[in-house]
């Protein structure tokens, strides 16, 4: 019999509209394996009981007043589904700490657009995830929280900065977690714990009502199990407030119904140069991508190689941009030094960044969009590794005594996932291959393929990759359960 952790987000909706689970009894059983796993996993700052209890019940009585155990409709896609926040993102009422402990802990006042949204659709929320400080490193180690640790191999990192929202779902404590993405935050942890994780195009969701675009490098989404599930969310996230400065055309239908949609016959472009920094990329993710194209081209798809888009040199627009939005933290000047260095010495390089150096920043972005449009021009996917190697061990990339060369390794780690920010345009993550580490009883870790596509393409990418997923299926590899946790 299948175990309600084994159920896709869309699964358990269906199984409560039937009638066969309530939302309490899904909620009791993720609250149950949190607290049994968490403890070795780092994967949530705060448990929320008391409100996953409530919002429960009330799906309950919602379900209740419908005259019959149906639930209501597209309206609650994901009705019932154990959905955390990652603690950069407000929830009414409970602390928000952003993986820092210079910003204090008090109880957010309002709901941030993306959990109402959520909360609307039917999701529980029963927690707030693990992020490093601000969502800045490539990797969760907070100084206010244990790491975030891969299921698959917990002496290495979830990878960052939605760490803890891809180390529970990996976990099956929830089969769907939000999170956001600016410079690879929600690929980077797909690929280190073996998930599915969408970065949608720059204005597809909104930062409203309550933030705005900014740079508009970074964007929420969710990190699941399933491409189904990454679609619903979408089509879920997608909504608009009143004064978004985007609004982009929506699906033909639902993302939902573009994953049951053949993609037609595509041309793949296979990228596994770096982009942003010449480095050495691990066999393990070349050999991923090139079993990728072969599978692609055994689909019927038009493969061949294709050109870095632009000059190593142009992502420095990128870095301009990134340091200067680690300068715009709110921060007290008394708080400062508790930061993280690594926070510190961003925001150091945040301050030799003249309003003219910003502006230009801002211009070479939007010229290496232009740039990288015509270059990948002749294809309507580019396949690429998530990142250039296995996933990290914890400690192996955050280095506090030399902050300049923590980031370095974190370039090295992920000389791809950036420039689908600075573009603005969607990439997913797909668990399409696994290696072992060099040691003979070392446990098999996920191995992440990215393809990304041009501006508002997420219909064509969600259903390559459903594609992909039937063709070579990866929902019944699952990691162990982390030692300690009976």
């Given at each position: 019999m299948t175990e309600i952790h084994e159920l896709t987000a869309l699964d358990i909706a269906a199984a409560i509209r039937a009638g066969d689970l309530s939302p309490?009894?899904?909620v009791e059983h993720s609250l149950d394996r949190a607290q049994r796993l968490?403890?070795?996993?780092?994967?949530?700052?705060?448990?929320?009981?008391?409100?996953?209890?409530?919002?429960?019940?009330?799906?309950?009585?919602?379900?209740?007043?419908?005259?019959?155990?149906?639930?209501?409709?597209p309206a609650t896609p994901l009705l019932g589904v154990p959905c955390p926040i990652k603690d950069l993102v407000r929830v009414a009422g409970v602390p928000v700490r952003y993986g820092s402990a210079a910003l204090g802990d008090a109880d957010a006042p309002v709901d941030d657009g993306v959990v109402t949204l959520l909360n609307q659709a039917g999701t529980v929320t029963i927690g707030k995830t693990n992020t490093p400080e601000v969502g800045l490193p490539a990797y969760t180690e907070p100084d206010i929280a244990p790491p975030a640790r891969s299921p698959w191999d917990t002496r290495r990192s979830a990878g960052g900065s939605s760490g803890g929202a891809a180390a529970a779902v990996a976990a099956g404590i929830v089969p769907m977690a939000h999170g956001n993405d600016g410079g690879g935050s929600i690929r980077i942890p797909a690929s280190a714990c073996g998930l599915v994780g969408l970065k949608p195009t720059r204005g597809r969701v909104s930062p409203g009502p309550h933030g705005v675009?900014?740079?508009?490098?970074?964007?929420?989404?969710?990190?699941?199990?399933?491409?189904?599930?990454?679609?619903?969310?979408?089509?879920?996230?997608?909504?608009?407030?009143?004064?978004?400065?985007?609004?982009l055309a929506g699906p033909k239908t639902s993302y939902v119904d573009a994953c049951a949609r053949e993609p037609g016959t595509l041309r793949v472009g296979v990228l596994t140069t770096p982009i942003i920094a010449d480095v050495p990329v691990d066999p393990s993710c070349i050999t991923a991508v090139e079993e990728t194209a072969a599978l692609l081209e055994e689909l019927g798809?038009?493969?061949?190689?294709?050109?870095?888009?632009?000059?190593?040199q142009r992502w420095s627009s990128f870095e301009a941009l990134w340091s200067v939005l680690a300068l715009s933290i709110p921060l007290p000047p008394e708080a400062e030094d508790r930061l993280v260095p690594l926070t510190r010495w961003l925001r150091e390089q945040g301050r030799s960044v003249s309003g003219l150096d910003y502006a230009s920043a801002v211009t070479s972005a939007q010229e290496t969009t232009r740039e990288a449009a015509v270059t990948w021009a002749g294809y309507d996917v580019i396949v690429s590794p998530t990142l250039a190697r296995p996933p990290a061990f914890i400690g192996e990339l955050r280095n506090d005594d030399d902050p300049a060369a923590d980031f370095a390794a974190q370039v090295a780690y992920t000389p791809w996932t950036s420039v689908w920010n600075l573009t603005g345009w969607p990439a997913i993550s797909l668990p399409l291959s696994w290696t072992r580490g060099g040691a003979a009883d070392d446990p098999p870790v996920p191995v992440g393929v990215m393809l990304g596509g041009q501006h508002g393409t997420e219909e064509m990418l969600l259903s390559l990759s459903a594609q992909l997923e039937v063709a070579r299926p990866w929902r019944h590899y699952r990691p162990p359960e982390p030692p300690g946790s009976a």
């Open positions: 309490t009894e899904v968490d403890p070795q996993l780092g994967a949530f700052v705060e448990l929320t009981p008391e409100l996953a209890r409530e919002q429960a019940r009330a799906r309950e009585r919602a379900l209740a007043a419908a005259g019959r155990y149906d639930g209501s409709g675009e900014g740079a508009g490098l970074a964007i929420n989404g969710v990190l699941t199990r399933d491409v189904r599930d990454t679609a619903a969310a979408l089509d879920v996230l997608s909504a608009s407030w009143p004064g978004d400065q985007f609004i798809h038009h493969v061949e190689h294709a050109p870095v888009p632009f000059p190593a």
